[in-house]
């Protein structure tokens, strides 16, 4: 029997669960637990899922993670950087990216800190932001939950959330679709008005634990456990996926709880 889940493995199962039902689309996972879970979603319940090396290779059988066609891995097809536009703009992507700050409605800030104006902080910029939450599904994953993250008002939109898009006086956010945010602590969705609500708590981890690390309130009602990855998730992820651990480098056990600020 395999030895106990990680909670970084949890996180990948969490994540895995997101691109149930994506259909044959492309997956556009941003960091290394949302690689591993595409990765994983592959292999188990979405075979149809389009996995890419992050350059240019669409692929049958990817290459080793952080790595691109170049390394390994079966290339079946060819997408240059023109042709992600036209994916992305007929809606048959589905991204998992990071954020460096989010809102209760789900608006996503990766550009900068403090005042545009004059920022503490310069970032990666808007780059995809916009466009993948105007086109198609996109979820977020977040390896530190804390209240730096999730703020009461993100300092600059980058990726559009609930409230701005139902507030949009035209039609041109019709396809506007925020799924869950995936953290090292819990599992979030969005209630009827838009707002972030808990899903589930990883295994260990208390609502208290939560309420301390976000900066806004959350609706706990109906939350459950996050599940556990199964024994042949387990063996992917640990001897195929990810055999050196990457995953255990991007989730880190914590020594203390965070607060409020």
């Not at 997101?18 to 259909?23: I, K, L, P």
Request: proline share 5%.
């Amino acid at each position: 029997m395999s030895a106990p889940a990680t909670r970084a493995e949890v996180c990948i199962a969490a994540c895995s669960d997101a691109w149930h039902g994506s259909g044959e689309v492309l997956a556009h996972a941003v960091g290394t637990v949302p690689a591993i879970s595409a990765r994983l979603a592959r292999l188990t319940h979405s075979p149809e899922l389009v996995l890419s090396d992050g350059e240019c290779h669409l692929m049958a059988d990817p290459p080793p993670l952080g790595k691109t066609a170049a390394a390994g891995g079966t290339v079946e097809g060819w997408a240059p950087f023109g042709r992600i536009f036209d994916i992305l703009n007929t809606g048959r992507r589905h991204s998992m990216m990071g954020a460096s700050q989010l809102d209760r409605f789900g608006n996503q800030n990766i550009s900068l800190i403090g005042d545009w104006r004059k920022p503490k902080r310069q970032l990666i910029g808007m780059r995809g932001a916009p466009g993948n939450t105007v086109n198609h599904r996109t979820d977020y994953w977040v390896s530190r939950h804390s209240s730096r993250v999730f703020v009461d008002r993100v300092d600059v939109v980058s990726g559009v959330g609930n409230d701005r898009a139902r507030a949009h006086p035209s039609t041109a956010l019709r396809f506007h679709d925020l799924g869950v945010v995936v953290t090292d602590l819990a599992v979030l969705d969005y209630d009827e008005d838009g707002r972030l609500k808990v899903r589930s708590l990883h295994p260990g981890v208390t609502a208290d634990e939560v309420r301390a690390n976000t900066g806004f309130d959350l609706d706990f009602s109906g939350a459950g456990v996050s599940r556990v990855p199964d024994e042949r998730e387990l063996e992917l992820i640990r001897t195929v996926l990810d055999p050196r651990g990457a995953r255990d480098r991007e989730v880190k056990e914590r020594e203390g709880k965070e607060s409020r600020p």
